[in-house]
């Protein structure tokens, strides 16, 4: 057996381990969701800590596979992003609202417009109009 067999079998197993924690992630936060729901007569202290340790557990076993850690890594670069956004000034954002609805009337004027235009033409060629 060559090097190059001995990595992709090592690569399966790691995808096939993976799924198998995706799998075994998604199940446990389930079953915290369907406790929650099943049991409404309970305490809601203790329904609602069961909830919260089966996402938090799934979330730890989700962490362990590779899909969870490039999500991870997705949101720190999505909030480095973030950070980066420079948001408009209480004077802009007014400023772009005005033209905003100034720009919403003329194009309401102008179809309106149009339509009685339209709507007279089509009488004229119809002959309904007088």
């Known amino acids: 057996m060559s090097f190059l067999d001995m990595e992709v079998k090592s690569n399966n197993y790691k995808t096939a381990l993976d799924k198998l924690l995706l799998l075994l ?3 446990i936060v389930f ?7 099943t ?5 809601g202290l203790l329904r609602i800590l069961v909830l919260l340790s089966g996402i ?18 997705f949101i ?5 992003e973030l950070r980066k956004i420079v ?13 905003v609805v100034a720009f919403t009337f003329v194009m309401a004027l102008f179809f309106w417009l149009l339509d009685m235009f339209l709507l007279w033409a089509t009488r ?3 002959g309904q109009g007088g």
């Open 31 to 37: 079953s915290g969701v369907i406790f929650y729901n």
């Open 87 to 99: 948001w408009p000034t209480r004077q802009e954002t007014t400023q772009m609202t005005l033209v």
């Open 39 to 43: 049991y409404p007569l309970m305490s």
């Open 124 to 126: 004229l060629l119809t």
């Open 56 to 73: 938090g557990l799934g979330v730890i076993i989700l962490y362990q596979t590779s899909t969870g850690k490039n999500l991870w890594s």
């Open 25 to 27: 992630s998604i199940a």
């Open 76 to 80: 720190l670069t999505s909030r480095v």
